[in-house]
């Protein structure tokens, strides 16, 4: 597989569960308007911040209003990360790999884009159908992985697909706990409140993990919901289960297991994450302090993407820039 069509392929799933993850990270902050006390006032910067979006968000803005930061992250073209930015560069990587995608892939996200597309952010100013628009987008973002899941053949795309989807849900989901993290921040007062819970549970409810959590968990506390969403091994949203599935797709490629060892620097920073989550304890979150994990572990996964790009992505343009030096070499002694 040529290494453009492999980044294509990497970098459509990734941006494809981008989408909904913003679309959930504005969910996180209905779900706690919902919940808040009358006396609490909403807080829309700890999305920002969260996603690293805040230092683009001021140079357009002035206050992180709430109509403002649903704009900034939905429809405005100006910021890279917003819904419809993703969107069309999700469409663009599908468009020029039509013949290595299904025809229902195509589908799938052409239609979303184009639905997205036509949709005025003007209608929207009022908020009255917001957290509906927002859930009718994490649902068109799970009928198109859908679409993946039932169309491809388990080949090397549908493990660069896999691997990017994963590599992107491990770091968003990170972004959820930050979220909390810096929304408290604003409030210390807060911490250990009801009000606390009460966002906690919000951030539950934003990743579809309410139920699963009450399921395995009697009581909401911090520290069970942090231990559920990053180190549990078997709910799909959780940064222990993303990685895994991140780290077989990847050994996959080249026809491998973990088990038989990492031959290239990116298996080696993947396996190796895998390997301190499993081994990690959710006291050692805590002793660390949550947001100073959080952050750790985002710099690692950007290192591992990275190593992704030079391991495969990046062996096109080597590719091209040795053709371009031989072909230098060969001009230079013809004329000598």
């Known amino acids: 597989m040529l290494s453009r069509v492999a980044n294509s392929i990497y970098w459509m799933n990734r941006y494809m569960e981008?989408?909904?993850?913003?679309?959930?990270?504005?969910?996180?902050?209905?779900?706690l308007a919902l919940d808040l006390p009358p006396d609490v006032d909403e807080q829309w910067e700890p999305l920002l911040i969260a996603t690293a979006d805040h230092y683009t968000f001021?140079?357009?803005?002035?206050?992180?209003?709430?109509e403002d930061v649903i704009h900034f992250m939905t429809f405005d073209k100006r910021n890279p990360n917003s819904i419809i930015s993703c969107l069309y560069e999700a469409r663009e990587n599908a468009r020029t790999i039509r013949e290595t995608i299904s025809k229902e892939m195509w589908e799938s996200i052409n239609t979303f884009y184009l639905t997205i597309k036509g949709t005025a952010a003007d209608d929207f100013r009022n908020m009255d159908h917001m957290q509906s628009y927002f859930t009718d987008i994490r649902k068109s973002c799970q009928q198109f992985h859908g679409v993946v899941d039932s169309s491809i053949t388990r080949n090397e795309?549908?493990?660069?697909?896999?691997?990017?989807?994963?590599?992107?849900?491990a770091d968003k989901c990170s972004r959820f706990l930050d979220v909390k993290y810096f929304t408290m921040a604003q409030d210390t007062s807060a911490s250990g409140s009801t009000l606390d819970l009460m966002m906690w549970t919000a951030v539950l409810k934003s990743v579809s993990a309410y139920n699963m959590y009450r399921q395995t968990h009697r009581a909401l506390t911090p520290?069970?919901?942090?231990?559920?969403?990053?180190?549990?091994?078997?709910?799909?949203?959780?940064?222990?289960?993303?990685?895994?599935?991140?780290?077989?797709?990847l050994y996959a490629i080249r026809g491998a297991i973990p088990e038989r060892g990492h031959t290239a620097p990116a298996e080696r920073a993947l396996s190796k994450m895998r390997s301190e989550l499993e081994?990690?304890?959710?006291?050692?979150?805590?002793?660390?302090?949550?947001?100073?994990?959080?952050?750790?572990?985002?710099?690692?996964?950007n290192e591992?993407?990275?190593?992704?790009?030079?391991?495969?992505?990046?062996?096109?343009?080597?590719?091209?820039q040795s053709m371009g030096q031989s072909a230098t070499r060969v001009a230079s002694q013809w004329m000598n």
């Open 18 to 31: 981008r989408v909904e993850n913003y679309a959930r990270f504005v969910g996180v902050n209905f779900n």
């Open 58 to 66: 001021y140079k357009y803005y002035e206050k992180p209003t709430k």
């Open 157 to 169: 795309a549908w493990h660069f697909g896999r691997l990017g989807r994963h590599i992107e849900r």
């Open 223 to 249: 520290m069970n919901i942090v231990a559920f969403l990053i180190l549990d091994k078997l709910f799909p949203r959780s940064i222990a289960y993303s990685v895994r599935q991140a780290e077989l797709s």
């Open 279 to 301: 081994f990690t304890e959710v006291e050692d979150v805590f002793k660390l302090g949550l947001h100073e994990y959080l952050d750790k572990f985002q710099m690692a996964n």
């Open 304 to 320: 591992i993407d990275n190593a992704i790009f030079d391991m495969y992505f990046g062996l096109e343009t080597e590719k091209v």
